[in-house]
């Protein structure tokens, strides 16, 4: 199996641009979370999935960030517009039926 | 006051000693605790998960988890260098891996 795929694998982006990241959950896999880590928060949940629905999304930080999961094999985390604290590394890891979450490689985002 | 704590290190342990992680966690409705592995740059990945008081043993992996004083440990005997990463533990209040909160990580080097 393939693995969690993340997209793009680093991002440079100036401030009030719009970002888009990509993951393709390992296949069959029914949940899917999306994470954020930077030194001073850690790893922390964004929102999570199960079947396509978000289930969960109290981890999003304000407004600007949202996140969709169209089909079961592709999800997109957005930010818009970017401010320079935005720049950590973006995870996003699938699990089936809740069980041990594999995640992707990450998004290494750096906001000018 | 953090949900999930770790010493945050670095800790130093010669090769072939015993290497101790120790995690507090504030919620007494936690069910489930894992162990997660980083390595510098890249992805975590799951090393033990542990749901029931006592001990649980994988190789040379030891979790344990005592509820009633919230607290959960991981150690590894005979260290070797390339367990040199940061250890990061995971609560779920769930009976299974959704909705982590993790803590800030350990990070441990072997010396060889």
């Known amino acids: 199996d393939a693995g969690v795929i993340q997209s793009p694998r680093h991002e440079v982006t100036e401030m009030g641009q719009e970002v888009t990241l990509r993951c393709k959950p390992i296949?069959?896999?029914?949940?899917l979370f999306w994470y954020r880590q930077t030194m001073m928060r850690g790893l922390e949940l964004l929102i999570y999935?199960?079947?396509?629905?978000?289930?969960?999304d109290s981890g999003m930080p304000e407004d600007r960030f949202s996140a969709k999961m169209p089909n079961a094999s592709f999800s997109t985390l957005k930010i818009q517009p970017s401010e320079p604290r935005d720049s950590a590394v973006y995870f996003c890891?699938?699990?089936?039926?809740?069980?041990?979450?594999?995640f992707g490689p990450g998004t290494r985002l750096t906001v000018l | 006051q953090k949900e999930v704590e770790q010493n945050s290190g670095p800790l130093s342990v010669p090769e072939g000693a015993i290497a101790s992680l120790n995690c507090t966690y504030s919620?007494?409705?936690?069910?489930?605790f894992f162990w997660y592995r980083q390595y510098s740059g890249k992805s975590p990945e799951l090393i033990m998960s542990?749901?029931?008081?006592g001990d649980k043993e994988d190789g040379r992996f030891t979790a344990q988890l005592n509820k009633a004083s919230q607290y959960v440990s991981l150690l590894i005997r005979d260290s070797q260098p390339s367990d040199s990463a940061t250890y990061l533990c995971?609560?779920?209040?769930?009976?299974?891996?959704?909705?982590?909160?993790f803590g800030s990580g350990t990070q441990l080097t072997v010396l060889p």
């Open positions: 890891a699938s699990s089936s039926q809740g069980n041990t979450q594999y």
């Open positions: 296949s069959g896999h029914d949940y």
């Open positions: 999935f199960n079947n396509n629905v978000p289930i969960d």
């Open positions: 919620d007494r409705g936690s069910q489930s």
């Open positions: 542990i749901y029931s008081n």
């Open positions: 995971a609560v779920s209040l769930s009976g299974s891996a959704r909705q982590l909160t």
